[in-house]
């Protein structure tokens, strides 16, 4: 196991339409996060998994976002109506459990919307 | 609410000097767990030395080493014999013991001065 890992690394995509991104966590890890970061800034928590349970979102996860994780593997985040202020890196990371456990991350999927 | 609050935006060391860059936080909490991130400009966060709020020992990675204050809620990290692969973006971050989610700074960019 190479690391988190997320697909696409870039996506250009029109006002309006709709776009998913996916995250291959780390195996073993049960936990799963989702965060965006645009520039200049940290990231931001948008929503957490414990195995395929979402056990907690942010309130910046709007109506137009939906995440999943099936069978506690891979997880998905979609946007429907992508708008301009979606524009941004979303990035996913893992980790075992709580405690001082840090949080691996992938490289992120880049977002454009135009 | 947790804040993470990073001052310095940028930051600029010579070549085998030693830079510190500055952290602070707020939380009610008495048991939590900080984090140092670097981003380099593949984008990719990879840990660079965490901290247990219950240890009074500050924690040292290699040429990484911080000082933490509980008191004051500082969380500084010093870089010893700066390399130039140690220009990246750090991310301080914070972590409550019960909790779910990081909250993270805005970033200091280091450059590092051949």
């Known amino acids: 196991d190479t690391g988190v890992s997320q697909d696409p690394r870039h996506k250009i995509t029109k006002r309006g339409q709709n776009v998913t991104f996916r995250c291959d966590p780390i195996s073993e890890h049960n936990r799963l996060y989702w965060y965006r970061q645009t520039l200049g800034q940290g990231p931001e928590f948008l929503t957490y998994f414990q195995n395929e349970a979402q056990l907690e979102k942010s309130r910046l996860l709007s109506d137009r976002f939906s995440a999943e994780r099936p069978k506690g593997s891979f997880s998905t985040l979609e946007i429907q109506r992508t708008e301009q202020g979606d524009s941004a890196m979303y990035l996913c990371?893992?980790?075992?459990?709580?405690?001082?456990?840090?949080?691996?991350f992938g490289q992120g999927t880049r977002l454009t919307v135009v | 609410a947790q804040t993470v609050t990073q001052s310095q935006p940028e930051m600029s060391v010579q070549e085998a000097e030693t830079v510190t860059l500055s952290c602070t936080y707020d939380?009610?909490?008495?048991?939590?767990?900080l984090f140092w991130y670097k981003q380099p400009p593949s984008r990719q966060m990879i840990l660079v030395i965490r901290?247990?709020?219950?240890?009074?020992q500050n924690a040292t990675e290699n040429r990484f080493s911080v000082n933490f204050q509980k008191a004051a809620k500082s969380f500084s990290l010093k870089i010893s014999d700066s390399q130039l692969g140690d220009a990246a973006m750090y991310f301080c971050a914070y972590r409550k013991n019960t909790g779910n989610q990081f909250y993270f700074g805005t970033g200091t960019s280091l450059t590092v001065i051949p």
């Open positions: 990371a893992s980790s075992l459990d709580q405690g001082a456990t840090e949080a691996f």
């Open positions: 901290q247990e709020a219950y240890k009074q």
């Open positions: 939380t009610s909490e008495s048991d939590y767990y």
